[in-house]
């Protein structure tokens, strides 16, 4: 993959040009779509808080059903106002939540994932839309292999030496950097996934060339966006990809470890999958993250 699209920003992506009239309708566009989406979603979750709660209270004080009242016994007085109280404190927070708060957008920066099951939960917790199911499912994956391959790793270090060796240590700390690699590109696909605006792109893919009557600027207006969500795409794809061939790496590593009874000292430097390892951190570290 190329280093360009390993240090692309999120800000390089969305970066517009000042008095470019054509990405101004495209930025008004994407936005009227998102709140049009954002607002029926609310209604819906409005529409069913409200209604379960009337619903909820129906039952238990419905005569037939449960039959909660205030001429009862203390107990059954005290319950009834504990129901009363708690819906209307679940309708004033669940209506004033859904109509002034606002979903933010977190990116991530490094420090809020810290195991693989970290990432395997962020992953899943990422909505399927159509868009990127297939590199989450991918990415997932990725990650149990990794896991896999470090165990293995570790196995077969420690048969063949002892953590205070200097060979160890090596060792460790390059399949740790490639680790760091790996896990840095889960993170950048996270990120990517999140920027992505699924209504708007599933808007754009509808539109024919045939069907468009819009004039000649809005008309490259939508194909310049197209082409964003797809650099979107292709990044996210390009990510997943390079994850592959880091396991690959660290499959060939696996093997020509299991050989050391066949190499001496001098021989460890020399070997294939070490060199393509060492090559591999010296080429990332000048990567932004």
């Known amino acids: 993959m190329q280093s360009d699209v390993l240090g692309a920003e999120v800000e390089e992506i969305l970066l517009t040009k000042r008095g470019d009239n054509s990405r101004m309708m495209i ?24 209604l379960g709660i009337a619903v909820l209270n129906i039952i238990l004080f419905a005569s037939g059903l449960v039959g909660l009242n205030f001429t009862g016994s203390i107990f059954q007085t005290a319950l009834a106002i504990t129901v009363i109280v708690m819906s209307l404190i679940a309708f004033g927070y669940g209506n004033y939540t859904l109509l002034f708060s606002e979903r933010k957008m977190q990116l991530l920066r ?26 989450i499912h991918t990415a997932t994956e990725q990650i149990g292999r990794m896991q896999d391959k470090d165990k293995a790793l570790n196995i077969i270090l420690a048969q063949f030496f002892t953590p205070q060796e200097m060979t ?25 996934m999140t920027i992505f605006d699924y209504a708007d792109y599933r808007k754009l893919k509808k539109i024919s060339s045939a069907s468009d009557k819009e004039d000649d600027e809005t008309a490259e ?7 964003i969500y797809q650099e979107h795409i292709d990044y996210v794809h390009d990510l997943v990809k390079m994850n592959e061939s880091v396991l690959v790496k660290m499959d060939a590593l696996l093997l020509e470890l299991s050989k050391l009874d066949d190499v001496d000292e001098q ?18 570290k000048y990567y932004k993250t």
């Open 221 to 227: 207006a939508v194909e310049a966006q197209k082409r």
């Open 168 to 192: 160890f240590t090596r060792f460790q700390s390059a399949i740790n950097a490639v680790q760091a690699i790996f896990y840095n590109n889960v993170k950048k696909m996270l990120n990517r």
């Open 110 to 135: 490094g420090t809020e994932l810290t195991e693989p099951k970290d990432y395997v939960q962020a992953l899943q917790d990422m909505d399927l839309n159509g868009v990127f199911d297939a590199d």
């Open 27 to 50: 930025v008004s566009a994407k936005t009227n779509v998102k709140e049009d989406t954002l607002v029926k979603n609310r209604i819906w979750k409005l529409i069913a808080l409200n």
């Open 267 to 284: 021989g460890l430097e020399k070997m294939a999958a070490v060199q393509e390892i060492n090559d591999l951190i010296e080429q990332t």
